[in-house]
């Protein structure tokens, strides 16, 4: 068995966030942003009543409305966040309560940096392989307004915030491959340190130290060697021919150079890489189902299509997906 998506929603806040607004108290321009990101502008939550915890309630609400489901069938729910408003209960849990789920469902939260969604997706395509379970709700949220830190320009230019979610439900035909990879000890280019430290509290820079450190460079280079490399490999591995087997290449919204670098090393028609990274900036673990979202509300994506979903980010961790929509 495999969960298959057949329901998607997203939230993406009301708040726009231009390269323009970062010139008024950053010394950087739009011109700069663009040519080196790709981005234009990003959503800001209020931190009022767009917490990831709301915004990953009504991405929910609106994967469950677009899959047509009762709340109450869902098994299980996952949700990817790096950047939680509550540590107890798990977003999952509140999840749970808000859309009118019973019980009998299993809630857990998972923290992969920007790869959060394809890492619960694959968790949950462990319980559907299983046959524990036919129905989930897999989500990814970030707030990374609050982690950012305003007067680093290399890097708070690039984030923004958002839910995406999915709803999966069991197939007996195979519909999704993966690899997935980490590298530790290359995990100092991109650090938060947790806030909740005492004995750390009157250490000189602990407050700064738990907001984004990024090396951007080095997660430049990173992501621009290991992505193609692990999109070619999925493709060894299950074999599948890149040209001829793929509608869509999903790639993680990090930065519209390192989708364009990956298109051309794989030799592959940049038109195959959709991108809204121009209208969100970096979402983290929400970019991969708010495209997917979109895709599907305007028409680009169908039932049957065959797509490579990629992400990569802290940790360091990189994976790849090969899935039937
Ligand atoms: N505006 C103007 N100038 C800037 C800005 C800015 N916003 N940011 C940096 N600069 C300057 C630098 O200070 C530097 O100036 P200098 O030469 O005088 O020292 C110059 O521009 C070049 O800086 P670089 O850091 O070398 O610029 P680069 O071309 O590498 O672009 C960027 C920086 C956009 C951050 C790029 O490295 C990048 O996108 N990296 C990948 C980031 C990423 O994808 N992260 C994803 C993971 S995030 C996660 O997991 C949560």
């Known amino acids: 068995m495999t969960g298959r998506i057949i329901g998607l929603g997203s939230y993406i806040p009301k708040k726009v966030l231009t390269n323009d607004d970062f010139a008024s108290f950053l010394n950087t321009s739009d011109e700069w942003i663009t040519e080196r990101t790709g981005i234009k502008e990003r959503r800001i939550s209020d931190h009022l009543n767009e917490k990831p915890s709301q915004m990953a309630i009504e991405a929910a609400k609106r994967a469950i409305e677009d899959a047509g489901i009762d709340p109450k069938e869902i098994e299980l729910i996952i949700t990817a966040s790096t950047t939680p408003d509550m540590v107890v209960p798990t977003l999952s849990c509140i999840v749970h309560e808000a859309v009118g789920v019973s019980e009998n469902c299993g809630c857990f939260d998972v923290n992969s940096a920007c790869p959060g969604f394809i890492a619960a997706f694959n968790a949950a395509q462990g319980f559907f392989e299983t046959g524990h379970i036919k129905l989930a709700l897999v989500i990814g949220v970030e707030c990374l307004s609050n982690f950012a830190n305003y007067s680093d320009r290399g890097t708070c230019i690039l984030f923004g915030d958002g839910a995406g979610a999915a709803i999966l439900r069991a197939e007996d035909i195979k519909r999704n491959e993966f690899i997935m990879r980490s590298s530790g000890a290359r995990s100092r280019c991109l650090r938060a340190e947790a806030a909740r430290q005492p004995d750390r509290w009157n250490e000189e820079g602990f407050r700064e130290s738990t907001q984004f450190y990024m090396n951007g460079k080095e997660v430049f280079k990173f992501a621009v060697t290991e992505v193609p490399q692990i999109i070619r490999d999925l493709a060894d591995k299950f074999s599948f021919d ?21 298109a051309k090393k794989l030799g592959i028609d940049r038109a195959k890489f959709p991108m809204n990274i121009q209208s969100y900036g970096n979402t983290s673990s929400a970019s991969i189902p708010i495209l997917l979202d979109e895709m599907k509300r305007d028409g680009r994506l169908k039932p049957g299509m065959k797509l490579v979903l990629a992400s990569f980010g802290g940790g360091l961790t990189w994976d790849a997906n090969y899935i039937v929509y």
Request: hydrophobic share 50%; aromatic share 10%.
């Open 242 to 262: 890149l040209e001829n087997d793929v509608d869509y290449f999903i790639l993680h919204q990090a930065n519209a150079r390192i989708i364009e670098a990956t």
